[in-house]
């Protein structure tokens, strides 16, 4: 530990016989990653486990001191409540290794044989990511931009830039007075029932859209 930017350090111990990684997501919280889940909430001076099992956990990550994740073989382990209880999300046949929250509801995992799952639910639901290796996944990151880092086996350097993302907004009103339930959002030939509708994460392109309100009108354009 230190608290000079590294010009002296202090010594300060877990009593644990490994640990393979640490987190801290605020200056009064410090999590770290061993044969268990350990706590700190007095900069590293006594801990508290939060978690225990056989086999030691890998990358661990909190993005405040109470939403966290962490893998231990085929398994992730997600709290909410720093640590006080936790949710297991099992990946047969899949040997993670270290995990990431880009916030509450999109976390990432990688390991062994190039393995990346990602959810955007917090768990719910998963999805396989292609890496286009086979090589053991070892550390995952992002920059201050969304990019994304990945190392791994034989030096390997994975990248994945930030694409930004917008959100188109229909509000279809009669006269201002409430929603027509009837009414439908055409975008790029897909159809889509409307009072208002949100459609994030589209990539910056050509839009064509048009709304259908029965007895009352159809307008139709296109969005940049």
């Not at 398994?75 to 993670?96: C, P, Q, V």
């Not at 907004?169 to 889509?192: K, M, P, R």
Request: hydrophobic share 30%.
């Amino acid at each position: 530990r230190t608290t000079n930017d590294g010009a002296t350090w202090t010594s300060i111990t877990s009593d644990e016989p490994k640990c393979s990684s640490i987190s801290i997501p605020n200056p009064d919280s410090i999590y770290v990653s061993c044969w268990k889940v350990l706590q700190s909430l007095d900069h590293g001076d006594t801990w508290n486990i939060k978690n225990t099992g056989g086999g030691i956990y890998g990358g661990i990550d909190f993005i405040d001191g109470k939403a966290g994740i962490v893998p231990r073989n085929q398994t992730l382990y997600s709290t909410k409540d720093a640590g006080n209880t936790w949710t297991l999300h099992g990946f047969s046949g899949i040997y993670l290794k270290d995990s990431k929250m880009h916030d509450r509801d999109v976390w990432y995992s990688i390991g062994e044989r190039g393995a990346i799952v990602k959810t955007e639910n917090a768990g719910i639901s998963w999805q396989n990511i292609t890496s286009n290796t086979y090589r053991e996944l070892t550390v995952i990151s992002f920059g201050p931009d969304g990019t994304g880092y990945i190392l791994g086996e034989d030096g390997i350097i994975l990248r994945k830039a930030n694409v930004e993302t917008f959100t188109l907004t229909f509000n279809i009103t009669e006269n201002g007075a409430g929603n027509i339930d009837n009414a439908v959002v055409i975008l790029n030939g897909f159809a889509y029932p409307a009072g208002q509708y949100d459609f994030s994460g589209l990539l910056p392109g050509v839009y064509n859209w048009s709304i259908s309100a029965p007895t009352f009108c159809t307008q139709s354009g296109i969005t940049n």
